[in-house]
């Protein structure tokens, strides 16, 4: 199927979701992760062609943490398709109505995009996520992945499609429109990926989901309207009145718990006066992970063998055992420089102080900001929302976690009696 056949047949699909009830799409979710659970050893065997690859490739471990499915990884794909199915579902829903003086009531509603494009990279799991967000929201979807995740993704798409079928088949619909509601471009060259951002006529908005490098092509080279999810270079600061126990618990979380994701802790900032007491510890935690240290020079006179910091330190998403260690003489300047480096993804203060709190929470400039808590929730799944599509780094449409409202825009819906404007 070329990709102007594949457009046309999920414009078509889209325009067949949005005539589908909330019990058909609940139901079918539900098939589809029944699905995934009693398929997950034929999903293991073909991430284990990509895993295989990766290693070969000499892949960073991190990475190829992203990339593995196991059966718990599976299990969570289901449960997040679960979850989505037990949400409100968000289109119909009446945003704002009013009632004008001659008699026109003006209604906003929920509706669908429509075809959703995603590129993404070596996150298997993102397959299912995506399907399940978009077919709630009755967009249909069409997926380019990388290909170190080739195998699984065909995989995945496979089993997806054919429950589809099954559900369309005892439920009286279409099983083509139903399962062409998801599509993989299985063509992983780089011209095929530009010629789909190119796709306008079919794709209503198209989403990357991975490094820098892929974002920044998308959005130089797309044609089609992109909701950018960005990269997580993200901070942890610590305030010269923070709990250093707590301190070191959520650094641990935040850097070495998963070091390949986007919501991972780069960078510690920490206050001068804090410095001595609580850098020891940090450090002592972080080396019992393995984490290569780079600290600037303040940090160097309390930890001797710190590796020295560089600028470029300050602005490098490491998805690895690495960790920059930048000190700070104020609340303004962590501030400073917090916003100055970082992506805008997820950003948290560990402190016991109101005001720096409420401070740091309003003038850091970032999808998500935390106090006293772990980078690591910026999450689909933690913050509720069954999966998620991505995390929106942007100002416009959507910001933060991808969930199902973020899959919708609006339109407005008029109801009249016969009014007719006469100026």
Do not use: W
Request: charged share 25%; net charge negative; aromatic share 4%.
């Amino acid at each position: 199927m070329t990709l102007g056949e594949m457009g046309a047949a999920a414009k078509k699909a889209s325009r067949f979701l949005v005539k589908l009830g909330q019990n058909d799409k609940n139901a079918a979710l539900g098939n589809v992760a029944r699905a995934l659970e009693a398929h997950a050893q034929e999903l293991i065997c073909a991430n284990e062609e990509d895993i295989k690859a990766a290693c070969e490739k000499g892949m960073k471990a991190s990475l190829i943490d992203r990339l593995r499915l196991t059966q718990d990884r599976i299990g969570a794909m289901a449960l997040g398709l679960d979850q989505i199915a037990a949400l409100n579902d968000p289109v119909g829903e009446i945003v704002e109505s009013t009632l004008r003086p001659n008699g026109l009531e003006v209604c906003k509603k929920r509706v669908p995009l429509g075809v959703v494009g995603i590129i993404y990279e070596s996150r298997p799991n993102v397959t299912a996520d995506a399907f399940g967000l978009c077919f709630k929201t009755g967009n249909a979807v069409i997926l380019k992945g990388g290909s170190d995740a080739i195998h699984s993704n065909k995989a995945i798409v496979e089993v997806i499609r054919t429950a589809l079928e099954e559900y369309a088949k005892t439920a009286g619909l279409d099983p083509v429109l139903l399962s062409d509601s998801i599509q993989l471009i299985q063509d992983t060259s780089r011209e095929t990926a530009k010629a789909f951002m190119r796709l306008n006529q079919y794709v209503d908005v198209l989403i990357p989901r991975g490094g820098a490098g892929l974002i920044r092509t998308v959005v130089e080279n797309s044609t089609i309207p992109v909701i950018e999810t960005g990269t997580g270079n993200c901070h942890v600061y610590v305030d010269e009145y923070a709990d250093i126990d707590m301190a070191v618990k959520i650094i641990e979380n935040a850097k070495t718990q998963r070091t390949g994701v986007c919501n991972a802790c780069e960078s510690l900032v920490i206050h001068k006066n804090i410095l001595e007491k609580a850098l020891p510890s940090i450090c002592q935690m972080l080396k019992s992970h393995h984490v290569e240290i780079r600290g600037d020079e303040a940090a160097r006179s309390v930890v001797s063998d710190l590796v020295p910091a560089t600028e470029e330190d300050f602005g490098t998403e490491y998805l690895d055992l690495i960790i920059s260690v930048k000190t700070v003489d104020s609340l303004d300047e962590a501030i400073d420089h917090i916003n100055t480096y970082n992506t805008k993804h997820s950003e948290t203060i560990v402190t016991k102080d109101y005001g720096n709190a409420r401070r740091f929470l309003n003038e850091i400039d970032a999808a998500a900001v935390y106090v006293n808590a772990s980078t690591r929730f910026t999450d689909g799944f933690e913050f509720g929302f069954g999966a998620e599509i991505g995390i929106s780094t942007q100002k416009l449409h959507a910001r933060g976690p991808m969930g199902l409202k973020e899959l919708t825009t609006t339109k407005y819906v008029i109801y009249g009696n016969g009014q007719i404007r006469n100026s």
